[in-house]
């Protein structure tokens, strides 16, 4: 049987490159990094690491074994965590914004599922009028949704300012309707876009209408028109538009956490404060 504590060690020598590194990773002083890897060459029969150059370097042997160390150390871990893990359990429907799963939404969901393995996660992506909806009639019980700035229902995570994006190449017109990528009725960046453009007086057309985020993107890179995005969510290889262009200022938007009346109580706070303390 090989030790776990030889074999992170060794992942720690081949990872660093260096016994020293690996003693300071690991807390641990540079002989016992030593003794331990010769122990594991001893319980392997094998030679793991070339002493005869001055760098670190793995043996043939030493790089089959860093592949079978790493994946015992993860399904250790990972059972550890399972078992050490919340004791809450049951389900929890959560719903978000198709565009706010573009942050660093899934990285909490695969921290929460790991942290809370015995609670079944079933997980809705859409339209947040949708989202609000759904939630009303008891369908979901926690929502991560755009609203209007200032709304008072749900719980703030963060305010961001609203913005025209195009593509990079992409010419607005000298006349006409400004071409506008939209979602259809109800949605709130259309009926944002439209009132925005409408009070600076400016005529509009509709030019692509999508359903879901990777649409608008898609359009946008086309060069089918212009669409309306959260700042923070604007992907490099778009541009935001500015106000020199005489688009009209679309104002701020909230990022909010609905929860369902009755719905779990200790889930919902576990998954709020994670999302509220990665997205904040």
Known sequence: ??????????????????????????????????????????????????????????????????????????????????????AMRGRLRFGTADDLALTQLPQVLRDFRQSNPQITVELTVGQSGALVRRL????????????????????????DRMVWVAHKGFGMPATGPVPLIAYPNPSFTRIRAIEALESAGLTWRVTCTVREVNGALA???????IAVFPATLVPADLAVLSFSLDLPQLGEVDFNLLAREGAPPDPIAALSAAIIQRSG
Request: charged share 25%; aromatic share 6%.
């Open 1 to 86: 049987m090989l030790d776990l504590v030889l074999l992170r060690s060794f992942v720690a020598v081949a990872d660093s490159g260096s016994f020293t590194r690996a003693s300071l990773t690991l807390s641990l002083s540079q002989p016992t990094i030593s003794q331990h890897v010769r122990k594991l060459e001893a319980a392997c029969g094998r030679t793991l690491i070339d002493r005869d150059t001055r760098a670190v370097r793995l043996t043939d042997d030493g790089d089959a074994l860093l592949g079978f160390a790493r994946t015992i150390l993860a399904a250790h871990d990972q059972a550890v965590g399972y078992f050490r893990g919340s």
């Open 219 to 225: 359009a946008v890179r086309a060069g089918l028109g």
């Open 136 to 159: 009303e009639a008891h369908q979901l019980d926690l929502v991560y949704v755009k609203q209007e700035s200032g709304e008072p229902t749900g719980r703030l995570v963060r305010r």
